[in-house]
């Protein structure tokens, strides 16, 4: 086992945190009072499972929110094939992300809410389920978390690693706990080339770039729901607005009002990024003038509705293959810098989105190259696009088409990455 650096900021660090820690409980409560937090579950989140663990060896896996959970499912995947000796843990931190993994992971993967990062929490975890190699995903940096499975022996992995300038020049102001942190991971493989050259001068060592969200099956759906759907929606356009943020969806709205003249028919489906915003999302599209339903309350896109609210989980992939059209969310938004485009593109998607989309520059703008996705810029461009490509079907198709040619050339990062990891995990299971 390699030595693993210590840093007197991690020890300070651990030693705040473990002050703070008997706040978590009330901390905890509070939140669940406010729906951030799964109050049935609170004890995961204190160190205290209630699962038990199974014999063998564990591989635990964890992705913080939505994103990065969903991101991992194609590494589960790929681990269960190549690995089915092995037992999948697999956490997350949010109420959201939980959910949509309850409907997505493969029957036997264990799902548990992360602990807080204290160091009680921590240890209980820990000393409950013993794993041998933890993989963490994008930018899971929790120090006690990380060290106290270093010191465990635990081989540790940081895929998709991503680190922002301004995470960057935060863990600068303690170089070194960043280098101490970052130099207990086995493997870091970053996203990109600029969170590699971040991490590189905070102390990792890195491996070739791996980012999970571009890598992955299409996403699933409901074979008889899509087909009741397109029953439904039969002789209508439909423009998919998905990953919605708030002021979007007005932006979007006023767009889609703005061609009505010529596709009078259409029909608005809106998939908010966070589905508890759905009454909200259908407050706003009832101002800008459209008849609206929600999915969460069991509506139907009937001929009277103009604008429906998709605010349900784990549906995406229907509502993909549904649309003629897909407006993907965040690129209108303030500071979220848009949504992964290659969901839609594994689906044939013709793909239209905002001007800032930095959390996927490099993937939107080979896309944008190759004509498989579209930036509209502001609303009246937005109206633009989507006039031209509902009325010129072969041209979205053209688009589609690239999109999907664009998503598969991802695929062979996956088994690059599932050779960087195999060292790291535990033995082959005796015959």
């Known amino acids: 086992m390699k030595p693993r650096p210590r840093s007197p900021g991690l020890a300070a660090y651990r030693l705040a945190l473990a002050a703070l820690e008997p706040l978590a409980p009330r901390l905890l409560r509070a939140r669940a009072g406010r ?65 949509l993994l309850s409907r997505r992971l493969p029957a036997g993967v264990i799902h548990q809410y992360a602990p807080v990062d204290g160091p ?24 006690n978390l990380i060290m106290a499975a270093a010191e465990r022996g635990v081989r540790l992995a940081l895929v998709s690693a991503r680190m922002t300038q301004k995470s960057a020049l935060g863990w600068r102001r303690s170089p070194g706990a960043a280098r101490a942190l970052l130099q207990a991971f086995d493997l870091v493989l970053p996203q990109d080339a600029e969170t590699a050259g971040r991490l590189q001068g905070l102390g990792a060592t890195t491996g070739p770039q791996l980012n999970l969200k571009q890598v992955g099956a299409p996403l699933p759906c409901d074979a008889a729901e899509l087909d009741l759907l397109r029953r439904e929606t039969e002789g209508r356009p439909v423009i998919l607005a998905a990953s919605t943020h708030p002021g979007e969806e007005t932006l979007i709205a006023e767009a889609v009002q703005g061609l009505m003249a010529d596709q009078p028919g259409a029909l608005l489906i809106v998939a908010p990024r966070h589905p508890e915003r759905g009454a909200e999302v259908a407050r706003t599209l009832g101002l800008a003038g459209f008849n609206t339903a929600r999915r969460s309350a069991g ?78 810029p502001d609303g009246a461009a937005l109206t633009r696009h989507l006039a031209g490509l509902l009325d010129n079907p072969a041209i979205a198709r053209r688009m589609g088409a690239a999109a999907m040619a664009h998503a598969q050339r991802h695929g062979a990062a996956l088994n690059e990455a599932m050779d960087r990891l195999s060292p790291l995990l535990p033995g082959e299971a005796a015959p």
């Open 120 to 143: 009680r929490a921590v240890a209980g975890f820990l000393d409950h389920w013993r794993p041998a190699t933890a993989i963490l995903v994008e930018s899971e940096l929790w120090p």
């Open 299 to 376: 509506h139907r896109p009937t001929p009277l509705v103009g604008a429906y609210v998709a605010d349900t989980l784990g549906e995406l992939g229907l509502f993909f293959r549904l649309a003629d059209v897909v407006v993907m969310g965040g690129g209108y938004a303030p500071g979220v810098g848009g949504h992964n485009p290659l969901e839609p593109a594994r689906l044939g998607a013709a793909i239209v989105t905002g001007p800032s989309v930095f959390n996927a520059a490099e993937t939107y703008q080979a896309m944008f190259e190759e004509v498989a996705a579209l930036c509209a």
């Open 35 to 99: 729906g951030k937090e799964d109050p049935e579950r609170l004890d995961e989140r204190l160190g205290q499972p209630r699962c038990a663990r199974p014999p063998g060896e564990i591989v635990w896996l964890h992705g913080v929110s939505v994103g990065e959970s969903v991101s991992l499912l194609p590494l589960v995947e790929a681990l269960k094939e190549r690995r089915p000796d092995l037992s999948l843990l697999v956490t997350s931190g949010t109420r959201t992300a939980a959910e």
